[in-house]
């Protein structure tokens, strides 16, 4: 049997996929924001989860014997600080000891950043602030309609309010807050200038992602699609590597750099697949109610397979019937998971 196997116990993590239609900006690295440019299509309606629907899902998963749900994420797609379901997410997660992990474009729309970070701490365990540059001219030229001095001011009084929670915490658990950086040709040159200012401004982890091409005119701008562009990634992650080293956070502690190690200058031959770190241990909901076994757009589209709707069945029902399993136990042959990218360095 496949160690992916899901166990009766459940996943570990669930991601709601809660409104992946609404954002503030206009990146036309996702699909989300290549409608709001004109750069691809857009839903008739935005798609959007109902609450009860979410909690639902986690009532479902925290009934199971042993349950071994630790984790949720609010839609990693579109901005889901926008997301009219999200106070309500925050207050079941309190009540059943489960920690948030949430993705959000850095504007903290509605509340703004001092009154989000106190409502997100102590509940959320890592607030991952989407960063693209160490200037304003990179940054906002990579996320349509940014404020990067907003933006900077706004890490600022979502830190301090993590070290206010952190400091009224009786257990002393402290959060983190991250930099998720998309690594492309056009900010490339600023990864080492991004884990300084990440130091600067109390941010604990800068994580890298490679640029995925999903769209025909991203292509130019993956490292990974080229040599050169390969060369440039490994001299600006050795340097990134060597600013983590140098710099410290407010506290003397070094900044933790993920995703940052040196690339074959093949492209035609990446490094070969790892283990999928999703099927069979996380689980995603989409804004319908279907089950996706992982993040992989293909997933979404349904091209794995059908693993059927918490809106007719309960999630935990779900988790453990046969079109998942047979998945899990099977997936290496499958020729999306083939060439996942999910499965070698820097995939996202």
Not at 91 to 99: E, F, P, S, W
Not at 145 to 164: K, N, P, S, T
Not at 262 to 290: K, N, Q, T, Y
Request: hydrophobic share 45%; net charge neutral; proline share 10%.
């Amino acid at each position: 049997m496949s160690t992916h196997a899901p166990t009766p116990e459940g996943p570990w993590r669930l991601t709601l996929v809660t409104d992946p239609d609404d954002c503030t900006l206009s990146c036309d690295m996702c699909e989300c924001g290549r409608g709001r440019a004109g750069l691809g299509p857009r839903p008739a309606a935005p798609r959007r989860m109902d609450p009860a629907l979410a909690l639902a899902a986690l009532a479902s998963l925290g009934a199971l014997p042993g349950a071994a749900l630790r984790e949720v994420i609010p839609s990693t797609m579109g901005e889901p600080l926008l997301w009219a379901g999200l106070d309500a997410l925050l207050d079941a997660c309190a009540a059943a000891g489960l920690a948030l992990n949430l993705t959000t474009n850095g504007t903290w729309p509605g509340r703004g950043p001092r009154a989000w970070g106190e409502r997100l701490w102590p509940v959320t365990r890592d607030v991952k602030v989407s960063w693209n540059g160490a200037t304003a001219a990179t940054a906002e030229a990579i996320m349509p309609g940014l404020d990067f001095a907003a933006a900077v001011e706004g890490v600022r009084q979502v830190a301090a309010a993590r070290d206010r929670a952190a400091a009224a915490s009786p257990t002393g658990v402290r959060g983190t807050l991250s930099f998720q950086v998309t690594a492309q040709a056009g900010n490339v040159a600023e990864l080492p200038d991004v884990v300084r200012l990440a130091a600067r401004l109390g941010v604990d982890r800068v994580k890298l992602n490679q640029l995925q091409p999903r769209a025909p005119f991203l292509e130019p701008r993956a490292l990974t699609r080229s040599a050169a562009g390969l060369r440039r990634w490994n001299e600006a992650a050795a340097a990134a590597r060597a600013a983590a080293e140098e710099a410290r956070l407010p506290w003397g502690a070094r900044v933790e750099l993920q995703n940052a190690g040196d690339l074959g200058l093949d492209p035609a031959a990446p490094a070969p697949p790892g283990p999928c770190p999703f099927v069979g241990r996380e689980a995603w909901l989409l804004p319908d109610g279907r089950l996706a076994p992982c993040p992989h757009p293909a997933a979404w589209r349904g091209e794995l397979g059908d693993f059927g709707s918490a809106a007719e069945a309960p999630l935990a029902q779900l988790w453990v019937a046969e079109p998942l399993r047979a998945l899990a136990g099977g997936y290496e042959a499958h020729p999306i998971c083939t060439a996942c990218p999910f499965r070698r360095p820097g995939g996202a």
